[in-house]
């Protein structure tokens, strides 16, 4: 069965950077996406990008743009997430998710990790 | 830039219909999907593409759509249906992804 596997909560100063993995399995690595999801206390998912193992391609939301890197390595079908210049905003449970697409119009988040939470404090 | 609205909340007695709504010019072009979040709980996928639903999904749960505005419908709501609903979509450009702002459901 398909899973994603994240690492552990963390606890980062001001200005540090943080590293999530995302391990998969049950799957082939290189077929699908894999996206990054955030979700600071009581509130909503925020999209902050995508990156695709087979094209090498990456997107980013704009919001995090300079300050995020999506990276993986195919030999241990695992994805990371970089987030650098951390701020107490980027307190948040932060997702992998696998990235399906049926087409080109449709594209949907069909499994998800457990969630890593982050927590930027001094 | 895109957007997606959601009502914040949406309530219904238990047994009764609801519909919650995701409004946005990229549903125009692009489908939009529907995750369910419990509270302490990942995102769940309940509704992909124009209606369907992933297994393990019960079918009083469907997805439709008008114009630039995609609906989740629950017909014979349920205790456990009490959740956050999220939409999302591509956003115009294509390239990337954008979330409603979310609708609390209550069942009553």
């Known amino acids: 069965q398909v899973q994603l596997v994240q690492s552990g909560a963390e606890v980062k100063k001001p200005g540090a950077s943080v590293k999530v993995s995302c391990k998969a399995s049950?799957?082939?690595?290189?077929?699908?996406?894999i996206n990054w999801v955030r979700q600071a206390t009581g509130q909503g998912l925020e999209w902050m990008g995508w990156?695709?193992?087979?094209?090498?391609?990456?997107g980013y939301a704009e919001k995090f743009q300079g300050r995020v890197t999506m990276t993986w390595n195919t030999s241990i079908s695992t994805a990371y997430m970089d987030l650098s210049s951390l701020r107490s905003e980027d307190t948040a449970v932060y997702y992998c998710t696998r990235g399906h697409s049926s087409g080109y119009y449709i594209y949907y988040f069909d499994y998800w990790g457990l969630g890593t939470l982050v927590t930027v404090s001094s | 830039s895109s957007e997606l609205t959601q009502d914040p909340a949406v309530s219904v007695a238990l047994g009764q219909t609801v519909r919650i709504t995701c409004q946005g010019d990229?549903?125009?072009?692009?489908?939009a999907s529907w995750y369910q979040q419990k509270p302490g709980q990942a995102p769940v996928l309940v509704i992909y593409?124009?209606?369907s639903r992933p297994s393990g999904i019960p079918d009083r749960i469907s997805g439709s759509y008008s114009g630039n505005t995609a609906s989740l419908t629950i017909t014979g709501a349920q205790a456990e249906d009490e959740a956050d609903y999220y939409c999302?979509?591509?956003?115009?450009?294509?390239?990337?992804?954008?979330f409603g702002g979310g609708t609390k459901l209550t069942v009553l």
């Open positions: 990156m695709n193992p087979n094209s090498g391609n990456t």
């Open positions: 999302n979509s591509r956003d115009n450009s294509g390239n990337h992804v954008i």
């Open positions: 990229s549903l125009r072009r692009y489908y």
């Open positions: 049950g799957y082939t690595f290189t077929n699908y996406d």
């Open positions: 593409g124009e209606n």
